[in-house]
Nanobody, 126 residues
Framework: QVQLVESGGGLVQAGNSLRLSCAAS????????MGWFRQAPGKEREFVAA???????TWYADSVKGRFTISRDDSNVMFLQMSRLEPEDTAVYSC????????????????????WGQGTQVTVSS
């Protein structure tokens, strides 16, 4: 059974940092891109960042570019380093594993992803 489990969320003040982790189990994702999405209360889920395993290429939403960094320690462990957090970053953050390594798919689209974690809450106070 494939599982993605996020950790590292919490409550922080604006301007501070957090690092989220995502651990995948049940299969190896060394031919798959992975990404982070978030959903704030009353809003639709939105793309945050994605990472292609083969080349290390990354993609970011404009709202987090320059503040967030996605990385992968190995094919099944992914991180999201979040710096200079803002109250607008408050959301449930979920990691996801794509159906492929983004060769025939769009990293920012949720339909690209076949596996999802349950999410971890990030709350940024002003």
């Amino acid at each position: 059974q494939v599982q993605l489990v996020e950790s590292g969320g919490g409550l922080v003040q604006a301007g501070n940092s957090l690092r989220l982790s995502c651990a995948a189990s049940g299969r190896t994702f060394n031919n798959n891109g992975m990404g982070w999405f978030r959903q704030a209360p009353g809003k639709e889920r939105e793309f945050v960042a994605a990472h292609r395993w083969a080349t290390g290429r990354t993609w970011y939403a404009d709202s987090v570019k320059g503040r967030f960094t996605i990385s992968r320690d190995d094919s099944n462990v992914m991180f999201l380093q979040m710096s200079r957090l803002e109250p607008e970053d408050t959301a449930v953050y979920s990691c996801a594993a794509a159906r492929d390594d983004f060769y025939a798919s769009t990293p920012a689209q949720a339909t690209t992803y076949a596996y999802w974690g349950q999410g971890t809450q990030v709350t940024v106070s002003s």
